[in-house]
């Protein structure tokens, strides 16, 4: 952003506008799935081609421009990969002279610390991802935040979103510290009434605060910015590369990229493991070992001197009678 030109042609609510515009429209090409679900989105790094995920609708430019704060139902059936299917290769063809391509879990958004791996036209890629899940049990809601250290989507609590994940919290901080630094929401994020967007100048002033943008940090404590609930960590990695000179489509050089799924070996499971009822057990196993009564019978005793004796004290309390005067008339 330290480059950017002195450029005021155009009003900068309208380069947003113009840069999806001007998006190169192209369509994957799946050899296992034929039902994908593709998004135009907005990112940090630019317009981006989202598949497969269900939070990219509150990131794409129609969601902002018509205002959209709608919650989308999470579909009832999420692609996913079956335990037979380990070791599964998927393979992806892009018709485009090189591109960027970031994996991650389906229910978040692509944020600009996420890593990118660069594919290059008329090569043969091979990837492999590794999975490390993360599921915690809904029963886990009634816990409050501060117990459960984690968020469902559900929760909220962000300002430019209507639903929560840890990306769009962390972006949200991040266009804070620019507002209160530099006065403006850049063009990439999403419009907000009453915030102005980054002219040329106010995109300069990002550069110069750039460190204080956690971009490959973590995110600071005052982000307060909580993991997921429910979230796969996935590991890419490239296994070879091998050049083709005859990868065209319509005389357009593809891009051949093969995914091999390596399904999670490493589960971790938040539940809860000592709970209210679990407590009133404890309690009153170890009031029976050190006082040979039970809870319920601590209990009683202390109603019985307390409430009881109250209530039995209203109902027969003494009444002091009165003496009345008899008057005679003569």
């Not at 042609?9 to 369509?27: C, G, M, Q, S, T």
């Not at 995920?53 to 704060?69: A, G």
Request: glycine share 4%; proline share 6%; hydrophobic share 35%.
């Amino acid at each position: 952003m330290h480059e950017t030109p002195n450029f005021d042609a155009v009003p900068p609510d309208k380069w947003l506008p113009i840069l999806h515009d001007l998006r190169n429209e192209f369509h994957p090409y799946f050899s296992e799935s034929q039902n994908v679900t593709v998004y135009s989105i907005i990112t940090e790094r630019g317009v981006c081609l989202s598949v497969r995920n269900y939070m990219s609708i509150y990131v794409t430019f129609e969601y902002w421009m018509q205002n959209n704060w709608t919650v989308v139902p999470k579909p009832e059936i999420v692609p996913f990969y079956h335990p037979e299917d380990d070791g599964n290769i998927e393979t992806l063809r892009v018709p485009t002279n090189g591109m960027m391509i970031s994996v991650y879990y389906p229910g978040e958004v692509n944020e600009y610390q996420h890593k990118t791996s660069y594919l290059e036209p008329f090569r043969v890629d091979q990837y492999s991802v590794s999975v490390v899940e993360y599921v915690t049990s809904y029963k886990m809601m009634r816990l409050t935040l501060k117990q459960r250290k984690c968020k469902f989507s559900e929760d909220g609590g962000l300002e430019m979103w209507p639903v929560y994940t840890l990306h769009m919290c962390i972006m949200e901080c991040r266009y804070r510290t620019i507002l209160q630094r530099c006065g403006c929401f850049p063009h990439f994020a999403r419009p907000t009434a009453g915030v102005p967007i980054c002219n040329a100048t106010q995109l300069r002033c990002i550069a110069t605060i750039k460190d204080q943008l956690f971009l490959h940090k973590h995110v600071p404590a005052r982000c307060n910015c909580l993991p997921n609930c429910n979230d796969d960590d996935y590991k890419l990695q490239k296994r070879s590369s091998s050049l083709r000179n005859d990868v065209f489509y319509d005389d357009v050089p593809m891009i051949w990229f093969n995914l091999i799924v390596e399904l999670p070996k490493s589960l971790f499971n938040r539940q809860e493991v000592f709970g209210f009822n679990d407590f009133i057990t404890a309690v009153g196993s170890a009031a029976g070992l050190f006082l040979g009564a039970s809870a319920l019978s601590v209990i009683e005793v202390f109603y019985y001197v307390t409430l009881h004796m109250w209530v039995y004290y209203l109902k027969n309390k003494p009444t002091k009678t009165k003496q009345t005067k008899k008057v005679y008339k003569q």
